[in-house]
């Protein structure tokens, strides 16, 4: 009995100590799992940018994320919004294109593009194509002239003469005469663009009626630069004035000019000064239909600049080409700027007269606003600087009196 007893208890011991290990399930072993962030979690993890000067805790960035492939745009600098440039659409096919095949080519994609549209901020900053141009007139298309590395210039053949742009710069040329715009022109997309001024104040007015002799009345001012206590500059060669070298040209300016039905006004006919303003007043009271302003030039110390320049006031819009420290503000206009279409061609066949008789480097025709004299007249009126008194070999050549009846002649060729 005692026997049984024990194994009953020892039964009933063994039955707990199997039901306490082999039925309860173990706890999990934290260490077995450590908190290790694999990449698609990495990835998983978006910040959220708290607002400026927010608190919060900080938060985990996410990794830099591959850039996709660089795709070409076309470097458009402009100191304007990108969408203030009136670019024209695609041509459609039945458009001629601007350029043959071939010259397409060789026209490389982007040129002149190195120098901001900064003075678009004082106009209306549009752009045309000089496709569309040339193709509403029905005229046949541009075609590259040269290449370089340098340049490339296109040629565009109109009925009334020959418009050369040496792309990049402010360059372009009228059968030959060097014409400054007042803007560069450019490529985009292998489309040339001009300057909606430049195309309104230059080819425009070229392609209407070229460099056209004067139709208008033949009543004139002719102006002989500075006077009396306004020398005007020295020359190199044998210390003549300017004054006197203007006086005398002007005066062989008349006597032909005179000979072709002229009525002739000259603002002095003598050594004294007439300030700018009564000159202006001047050919107001005479009734003049057109002003030609003669001066030389210098750029002393320097003496190598050289050659003869032509200039109408700027047009409104445009920055000048020279400013000599005068203030050039392009936004405000002028009584003369009332007659721009009118005096750049006149300008454009002077100045083409003076380059061809005088056979002087053509340094072009330009735009200035600093000379009173030309931009509060109410008529066509440039202005002409027959040389540099600070070069040697110029200064000589207008020293002598057959130059200074050249450079009358090639004037009064151009009005005739």
Partial sequence: MRTATLACVHFVLLLQLLISSGCQSPKPNKKLTPNVRTPEVEQSLVTVPLPPGGGGAPTVESPPSKPAPATPVPPVPTSEPVASLSVSPPVSPTTPSLLSQSSAASLPPFIGLTSPLERDRFSAGTWQSLNRWLSTRHWPAAEIVSTHSQSTLVNVTIPTGTFSLQLGTQRAYWNGTLVQLGFESRVVSRDVLLHSLDVEKHLNPLATGGAAPWSGPRIIVVDPGHGGAQPGSRSIAGNLLEKDLTLDWALRLRALLEGQGWEVHLTRTNDFYMPLAERVDFSEHSGAALFISLHFNSSFPNQE????????????????????????????????????????????????????????????????????????????????????????????????????????????????
């Fill in 305 to 416: 600049a050289h050659g003869i320049e032509t200039y109408t006031t700027t047009p409104q819009g445009m920055n000048s080409h020279v400013t000599r420290e005068y203030a050039d503000d392009p936004t405000r206009p002028f009584p003369n700027n009332s007659y721009d279409e009118s005096s750049f061609p006149l300008a454009v066949r002077i100045h083409q007269s003076l380059i061809a008789l005088s056979g002087s480097a053509d340094r072009g025709v330009r735009h200035a606003r600093f000379m009173d004299v030309l931009r509060w007249q109410n008529r066509p009126a440039l202005l002409v600087e027959g040389g540099f008194l600070s070069n040697p070999v110029e200064a000589l050549k207008i020293a002598a009196p057959a130059y200074r009846q050249k450079l009358a002649v090639a004037i009064a060729e151009g009005l005739r």
